[in-house]
């Protein structure tokens, strides 16, 4: 694992992967399928691997989150860097701090919180939490208003957010006000267009955000590499022929449980097994696995089109 904090240019420098976290039939973390699924990940190039909702650390007792840590920090390449998340609720999140000191873990995402939180409570929330972590977090914005982008810029000012994962889902995302009322108040190099693939044309083209995070990069990590530097290229119709099987593999999550079929997904591709899905969620029903199946073989095949053995 990387051992220093990351900065606005290694955010730009690589997508960030979301994976998901395999578990054994026991519901225990699995140390070993988590590795296959990390080598893979950084045999394409990516750096950063942020694991949050696609992991459902959302469900996670202390004892996993314990040994999530464990097995991930041991797993992972000392010139990438782990970003596990913390949450969604203030005293979940307060509890796992102690796991992560431990850990020497200086990147840290805090869970979207849906119910019951305001602006005014979450800006408080992150500045609480990093003062106890001792150091500044990733706020993942995932609603309309969910901070005020004032409040916003003064935790940024004071370094208690230290990077955005935006992820307000809409039916056009050009034109988003709400994004941006927030670029105006932070900049647009500590944000991250938080929604895998479908936005990032817009989100490159006409806000120039930082980098991108993504489930699907768990699988084609060089072609998504090389669909960012198309992005930051303004190479538009290249971005766009290599998104296209992307868009489909999103199309599939949307239709049936995209923290699910990420989660299957990585299965059947042959690249590690998954196992069970921790409740309250659950695996793909086994009808609608063909349909994933094909959503995967086509990232699989634009993969090979970019990934270079060494």
């Not at 449980?257 to 990420?262: E, Q, R």
């Not at 959503?295 to 993969?303: C, K, P």
Request: charged share 25%; net charge negative.
């Amino acid at each position: 694992m990387r051992s220093t904090m990351l900065g606005i240019e290694d955010y730009k420098a690589s997508v960030v992967a979301v994976p998901p976290l395999a578990l054994t039939r026991s519901l225990e973390v699995d140390p070993g399928e988590n590795s296959k699924l990390i080598r893979h990940i950084e045999a394409g190039g990516v750096r950063i691997l942020l694991y949050g909702g696609n992991a459902n650390f959302y469900h996670l007792d202390l004892g996993r989150f314990r040994s999530a840590i464990g097995a991930l920090k041991a797993a992972t390449g000392p010139q990438t860097a782990l970003i596990p998340s913390i949450g969604p609720d203030f005293g979940k999140a307060r509890d796992q701090i102690g796991a992560l000191r431990e850990a020497g873990i200086q990147d840290v995402m805090i869970l979207p919180m849906a119910f019951p939180a305001d602006p005014a409570g979450v800006a408080e929330g992150a500045r609480q939490l990093a003062d106890a972590l001792g150091h500044g977090v990733i706020l993942y914005i995932k609603r309309e208003g969910y901070i005020a982008p004032d409040a916003l810029e003064r935790l940024v000012a004071e370094e208690a957010v230290r990077f955005v994962k935006y992820a307000v889902e809409r039916e056009d995302p050009s034109g988003d006000r709400y994004l941006e009322a927030i670029l105006s108040a932070v900049g647009r190099d500590v944000v991250a267009s938080g929604m895998g693939e479908t936005p990032i044309i817009h989100h490159f083209r006409d806000y120039r955000l930082a980098t991108y995070t993504s489930g699907a990069v768990c699988l084609a990590p060089a072609a998504a590499m090389a669909l960012l530097a198309a992005c930051k290229a303004g190479e538009w119709d290249k971005a766009e022929r290599i998104r296209k099987p992307f868009l489909e593999f999103e199309r599939v999550r949307a239709k049936l449980g995209g923290i699910s079929v990420m989660h299957d997904s990585v299965s059947l591709s042959g690249v590690a097994d998954m196992g069970p899905i921790l409740p309250m969620l659950s695996n793909v029903a086994s009808d609608h696995k063909p349909a994933v199946k094909q959503a995967v073989d086509g990232l699989m095949a634009i993969e090979a089109e970019y990934h270079v053995v060494a």
